[in-house]
C-alpha cells in the first residue's frame, strides 16, 4: 500500500478529457512538497511528464498538464489518443518516511 | 543524448550477493545525482537509492539500507549498486537513472533483471 493513493485505472474515448489523480497526506503533498508524473508505456522504462507539479519536460505535448492542490496532485490529459495507454505514476517526498515515494500507478485505457 | 546502460543484472540465490552496473554517456558525468529505482509487479517503483556527483550525498531506502551500496566511478561515468544479503523480495527490475539532485527522476535506463530465488 503505497503512501500516494492512485486509482488503479481510468479509462477513456480518444479525444476525451481524463485525469488521475495522487493522493498524499498532510506528510507529503499537504507539506507542500512538489510532485511529478512519469508515463510507463507497456515493456518500457518509465518516461518523465510533469515535474515540479506542472512543468513539462521539452518533447512532452501540452496535452499532458499538472496541478496540486492541498494534500492531492492530478494528471490531466486532454485529447485522449492511442498512444496514450500506459500506466502513469506520482512521485513526491515523505517527511514521515524521510524518502521519496511514488504512487501505485494508474493504467490508463483508451477505449 | 542521455544514455544509460544497465548490466549486471542474473539469477542469484537467497542470501548471495550482485553488483550492478550502469554506464553513462551524454551529458556531464560528475555533474549529476545518480540513482537506482526498483520495480515489481507487487510493490511498484521503489526509489531504493541515490549518490550525489561528487559522491559525498547518499540515500538508501529503509528496505535496502545496511545491505546496498551505492557508489561511482565519475572517470569511468559510471554508477554501481553492491547488493549483498539478497532476499527474495529484492526481485525487480533495476533501472539506473539520472536525478534532479535527489528530487525526481529526469531519465531512465532500459532496466536489468535481478531474480532472488533457491
Known amino acids: 500500500q503505497s503512501v500516494l493513493t492512485q486509482p488503479p485505472s481510468v479509462s477513456g474515448a480518444p479525444g476525451q478529457r481524463v485525469t488521475i489523480s495522487c493522493t498524499g497526506s498532510?506528510?507529503?503533498?499537504?507539506?507542500?512538497?512538489?510532485v511529478h508524473w512519469y508515463q510507463q508505456l507497456p515493456g518500457t522504462a518509465p518516461k518523465l511528464l510533469i515535474y515540479?507539479?506542472?512543468n513539462r519536460p521539452s518533447g512532452v505535448p501540452d496535452r499532458f498538464s499538472g496541478s496540486k492542490s492541498g494534500t492531492s496532485a492530478s494528471l490531466a490529459i486532454t485529447g485522449l489518443q492511442a498512444e496514450d495507454e500506459a500506466d502513469y505514476y506520482c512521485?513526491?517526498?515523505?517527511?514521515?518516511?524521510?524518502?521519496?515515494?511514488f504512487g501505485g500507478g494508474t493504467k490508463l485505457t483508451v477505449l | 543524448q542521455v544514455q544509460l546502460v544497465e548490466s549486471g543484472g542474473g539469477l542469484v540465490k537467497p542470501g548471495g550477493s550482485l553488483r550492478l552496473s550502469c554506464a553513462a554517456s551524454g551529458f556531464t558525468f560528475s555533474d549529476f545525482y545518480m540513482s537506482w529505482i526498483r520495480q515489481t509487479p507487487g510493490k511498484g517503483l521503489e526509489w531504493v537509492s541515490y549518490i550525489s556527483g561528487g559522491g559525498t550525498s547518499l540515500y538508501y531506502a529503509d528496505s535496502v539500507k545496511g545491505r546496498f551500496t551505492i557508489s561511482r566511478d565519475n572517470a569511468k561515468n559510471s554508477v554501481y549498486l553492491q547488493m549483498n544479503s539478497l532476499r527474495a523480495e529484492d526481485t525487480a527490475m533495476y533501472y539506473c537513472?539520472?536525478?534532479?539532485?535527489?528530487?525526481?527522476?529526469?531519465?531512465w535506463g532500459q532496466g536489468t533483471l535481478v531474480t532472488v530465488s533457491s
Open positions: 515540479g507539479n506542472n
Open positions: 537513472a539520472r536525478a534532479f539532485y535527489g528530487d525526481y527522476i529526469a531519465y
Open positions: 512521485l513526491s517526498y515523505d517527511n514521515s518516511l524521510s524518502g521519496r515515494v
Open positions: 498532510s506528510s507529503s503533498i499537504g507539506a507542500g512538497y512538489d
